[in-house]
């Protein structure tokens, strides 16, 4: 079954204490990204990657770090959490060819930073 | 001013009812138009293309309006399962790295 799969679904942890949550994707998509979902500010591009090696910033990259040494995996990182990055997050990934809307996401990680 | 924007709802739709509700884009260079459907607590799904000749599938109408620049959803014959949240994504003529931006969101609940 074609999927994205993200790790841990749901997270409880403290201010400063690095944790990764983890996505892998079985359909051999080379585009990745990762969002956060939060009332009234809809999906925000945190960080994407258009093949193995390349990464890039979305538009709240701040306080996150991402890998892409395999195409299939593609972890999120946060070396300092803080409460204002308790979010709903989603990974997602699509084929670049051909160039459709089509994201594929991952059923979510909900992280709460206290 | 937001890039995308939705009215978030909620629409209280009665089951067998038609609703239709709008995205407006600010960016006039916007290539590609998408709704897609999130159930509460679960992930975003494509639920379809906008074409610029609009496009039908099954009950739900897509309509692109470029000169206006908004993008509208319409659902007929509503059925209690089309409760959802719908989310509008558009995508820039070569936006860097293929980015679709997300609308907030538009809340439907459908009542018997």
């Known amino acids: 079954e074609a999927q994205v799969t993200q790790n841990p679904r749901y997270l409880i942890t403290v201010t400063g204490k690095k944790l990764t949550v983890t996505c892998s994707q079985n359909?051999?998509?080379?585009?990745m990204s990762w969002y956060r979902q939060d009332p009234g500010l809809g999906l925000r591009q945190i960080y994407y990657?258009?093949?193995?090696?390349?990464?890039d910033k979305g538009d709240v990259p701040e306080g996150y770090k991402v890998s892409r040494k395999e195409k299939r995996n593609f972890p999120l990182i946060l070396e300092s959490p803080s409460p204002n990055q308790t979010s709903l997050y989603f990974c997602?990934?699509?084929?670049?060819?051909?160039?459709?809307?089509?994201?594929?996401f991952g059923e979510g990680s909900r992280l709460t930073v206290l | 001013r937001k890039e995308v924007e939705q009215d978030p709802g909620p629409f209280n739709v009665p089951e067998g009812a038609t609703v239709a509700f709008n995205c407006t884009y600010s960016n006039s260079a916007s290539q590609s138009f998408f709704w897609y459907r999130q159930d509460c607590r679960k992930e975003p799904k494509l639920l379809m293309s906008v074409y610029s000749s609009g496009n039908e599938d099954g009950r739900f109408t897509a309509q692109l309006n470029r000169a206006s620049q908004y993008i509208s959803l319409l659902i007929r014959d509503s059925k209690l399962s089309d409760s959802a949240t719908y989310l509008c994504?558009?995508?820039?003529?070569?936006?860097?790295?293929?980015?679709?931006?997300f609308g907030g969101g538009t809340r439907v609940l459908v009542k018997p």
């Open positions: 997602a990934s699509k084929a670049t060819s051909p160039n459709t809307g089509e994201l594929f």
């Open positions: 994504a558009v995508r820039e003529i070569k936006a860097a790295g293929n980015k679709l931006t």
């Open positions: 990657s258009m093949n193995v090696e390349v990464t």
């Open positions: 359909m051999n998509h080379e585009y």
